[in-house]
């Protein structure tokens, strides 16, 4: 059997054929779905990559407002008050929760901010002076937490779609220049195999025939000659008994 480099170990056989073919099929459905996937994934990565683009710049411009904010509370009150939030909050009003978010089988987990309704913990706070900054601080502070959530949410996603995006297009690699061509290589070594042995089996078969053919002709010639020489005995005796019968041979004198 001839050997080659880049196809399976295999023995070349109808039944190994068939077994090549299915797979060689499987890896091109495989293939197709995967790269389907990656295109998804990468459309919804450049998206959030977008969206991130624009939350980092918000970002930027919430957060040089709240620090303006915090100053001018700071000029208000005339001091910190950060102490005296610390003293008066109990419990936290701005929470987080995550959900999932499902893109072509990936689980992206998302952040989402909201406020629980309540008692403010820090209504009194800046209430002898500077109690509007201070309200105005706390609003601008909440709109910079939330943009801060977001980015977060969006910054997971992006990590999270990088890595599966990088594992999804070395699958589509290692099937479009490894796996495909090598069972292909396997397909055309068992058709090569497979049409050897038949040319093979013709030969032999056109040869058992010629050997057939010679022995029956072998068969025929001799039992003509035995015929023939049947043939001639039977003269033979046929002609001795009619010489007899004329009386062509003498007789034998008879004495009295």
């Known amino acids: 059997m001839s050997g080659g480099a880049g196809r399976e170990p295999v023995f070349p056989t109808r039944q190994s054929l068939g077994a090549m073919k299915g797979r060689l099929k499987g890896a091109q459905t495989g293939h197709d779905l995967l790269k389907r996937k990656s295109e998804a994934l990468t459309k919804r990565f450049r998206e ?3 969206r991130i683009d624009d939350a980092k710049r918000k970002m930027g411009r919430v957060m040089q407002i709240a620090a303006f904010s915090l100053a001018e509370v700071s000029y208000a009150v005339g001091g910190d008050i950060a102490y005296q939030v610390q003293e008066s909050v109990k419990q936290a009003r701005f929470r987080v929760r995550t959900k999932q978010e499902n893109v072509s089988g ?17 209504g009194l706070t800046g209430l002898g002076k500077g109690g509007q900054q201070v309200q105005k601080c706390r609003e601008t502070f909440t709109k910079a937490v ?20 990088k594992t999804v297009n070395r699958r589509v690699n290692a099937i479009e220049h490894v796996i495909i061509p090598r069972t292909e290589n396997t397909i055309s070594y068992i058709n090569s195999e497979l049409d050897e042995m038949d040319r093979e089996e013709f030969y032999r078969l056109k040869k058992v025939k010629g050997m057939k053919e010679a022995d029956k002709a072998a068969e025929e010639a001799e039992m003509d000659k035995k015929k023939r020489r049947d043939s001639d005995k039977e003269n033979e005796d046929n002609d001795t008994g009619s ?14």
Do not use: C, H, W, Y
């Not at 010489?243 to 009295?256: H, K, N, S």
């Open 48 to 50: 959030i990559l977008k």
């Open 106 to 122: 990936v689980f992206l987990p998302a952040f989402e901010s909201f406020t629980e309704e309540g008692n403010n913990d820090f």
């Open 146 to 165: 939330e943009a801060l959530v977001e980015l977060a949410s969006l910054q997971t996603a992006f990590v999270i779609l990088d890595e599966v995006i």
């Open 243 to 256: 010489r007899d019968m004329l009386g062509d041979e003498e007789d034998q004198d008879v004495i009295f």
